[in-house]
């Protein structure tokens, strides 16, 4: 699926109305509302257009730490890169961003202090998963012979997976166009946990003085933390083809999880997860995502 330009989106804008008679806009009134198709759009990276967006996805996956990373100053990092990576808009290209998916390396990290902050923090994170935080150290270490890579991909939570893996594929492509020699990339992500609403259980102590009994859920994370779910399907298969990886809570404490209730029946607490997967398994994770999310 190739990304589009301006001159794509100009020798488009023919209008096309459909004129309904009266008739059949009384017939259309007894019918079920039909699905809204939505055609998105995949463009190159534009520093100018797209900060605030990649802003808004570094504190979606960050959440309350993205200031502990600088996340503005990240931004300008990672949309540096422009040569490689995509946006998903419906609106053109100075329209808003729905995803988006670029690699800046780590490796350099010592020598850009914004950089140097995000590796600190993940070294941080993982400082009690000794495997992982020993890999972490090596390859962060000035260096390296092995280079690793910083690989953002966030969405809006809305998005369908089947915008994905044409993200993935055309960032294969460019990086090797580039000449981008990454040996491992770090992803960032978020996965939930589900846990009972403080609401409901001080509603229950009103009402008869008892704890309320706790909703279960079959959910279990690889970590041993029981009721996560993820926000990204694709981290399944990651995951999967990974190194290591591992869910992380935040520093910094957040909104009440009563704040992000689900139906009126649960409370949710994001969680960081960090997936670490060298070159060779990362396009083997890629192949199964066309395998398994790419549109009919």
């Known amino acids: 699926m190739p990304k589009r330009t301006q001159e794509d989106i100009l ?7 459909d004129v309904s008679s009266s008739e059949d806009e009384e017939l259309c009134e007894d019918e079920e509302p039909e699905l809204i198709d939505v055609d998105f759009d995949f463009f190159n990276i534009n520093p100018k257009i797209d900060h605030e967006g990649t802003k808004c996805f570094i504190r979606q996956i960050f959440q309350q730490d993205s200031e502990l990373i600088s996340f503005s100053q990240l931004t300008d990092v990672l949309l540096s890169k422009n040569e490689v990576g995509s946006t998903v808009k419906t609106d053109g290209p100075n329209g808003d961003v729905f995803s988006i998916i670029t690699v800046t390396g780590l490796t350099d990290g010592p020598n850009n202090p914004i950089l140097k902050k995000l590796s600190n923090y993940l070294i941080q994170k993982t400082e009690n998963d000794g ?28 998005m369908p997976v089947e915008t994905v893996p044409p993200m993935y594929n055309m960032l294969i492509k460019e990086m090797e ?45 690889t970590n041993g933390m029981s009721e996560l779910d993820y926000y990204h399907d694709e981290d399944v298969i990651l995951e999967k083809y990974a190194l290591h990886h591992g869910y992380y809570e935040y520093t910094n404490k957040g ?3 009563d704040a992000r209730r689900v139906f009126n029946d649960y409370a949710i607490v994001p969680k960081l997860s960090l997936i670490l997967i060298d070159k060779n398994s990362l396009e083997k994770a890629i192949e199964e995502m066309n395998s398994k999310f790419s549109a009919a």
């Open 11 to 17: 020798k488009e804008e023919v209008s096309d109305i």
């Open 131 to 158: 495997k992982f935080n020993s890999v972490l150290h090596q390859l962060l270490v000035p260096g390296s012979k092995h280079l690793l890579g910083l690989l953002f991909s966030e969405r809006m939570i809305n």
């Open 177 to 221: 166009k580039a000449d981008y020699k990454y040996d491992y990339f770090i992803i960032p992500s978020r996965v939930y946990k589900i846990v009972d609403s403080e609401v409901d259980k001080e509603l229950k102590r009103e009402e008869d003085g008892s704890e309320p009994a706790l909703k279960k859920r079959s959910k279990k994370g």
């Open 255 to 257: 909104i009440n999880p």
